[in-house]
């Protein structure tokens, strides 16, 4: 084990809540968990509205809204099956310059559930746009989506759902979609724009910045 685990360890081992959880979790695991490389497997309709697929849905609801999210897929807490919950707050959006959100095509988008949700691309233009991700904390990177796309599955209580997204909504349901084929944005980034998005800030205190992995 080199310097850097032992001590990340150490100070892992400070922390009241430490300790072994089973999924679905109420963090966001981290790109290194082999989780996040699987393929995820169909939820079986019938058992949409089961306790086990509930429970990760409502979950997935609840760390969306811990962490500030735009968007949130079942591997990003620990759990391999093909569901993801996406949204974009009025709150969010006011967040960006009005360029920003002009530039990006940035809109409301409520909560919403897709279970066993498939993609299908209506624009094949590709926009480029930076992109994070809770699971890569800290860094992002600039990615190439389509601009417009389809998504079909079903919502939290079994119903048939589709929504066609444009825009920054396109890339938040291409971003999840990814997570559920076992892939990261990282795979598809332009490798000489990722970055840390504090790094500024790293200059500035001289290197002392602690980066959390939940929100307090």
Known sequence: MGVI???????????PSRGKTSPPYEHVVQIGD??????????????????????VIKTLEYVVNKYGSV????????????IFV?????????????????????SVVPLTTFVNPTLKVVDYIKVVH???????????AE??????????GYDQNGDPLQRTYSDWAARIAQHEIDHLDGKLYTD???????????????????GKVAIPFAPE
């Open 5 to 15: 685990r032992k001590t990340l360890n150490w100070y892992a081992r400070l922390s």
């Open 34 to 55: 082999p989780r996040l490389r699987k393929t995820s497997e169909p939820v079986p309709i019938d058992k949409i509205k089961t306790s086990e697929v509930q429970k």
């Open 71 to 82: 968007g949130m897929s079942a591997p990003q807490i620990g759990i391999n099956m093909r």
């Open 86 to 106: 996406m949204r974009l707050t009025a709150q969010q959006v006011a967040t960006f310059p009005a360029e920003i959100v002009k530039m990006r095509g940035m």
């Open 130 to 140: 930076p992109e994070g991700c809770e699971s890569v904390r800290s860094f992002s």
């Open 143 to 152: 990615v190439a989506r389509y601009k417009k796309v389809q998504i079909s």
């Open 188 to 206: 598809i980034m332009d490798r000489k724009t990722m970055c840390c998005v504090c790094w500024e800030e790293v200059n500035l205190s001289k």
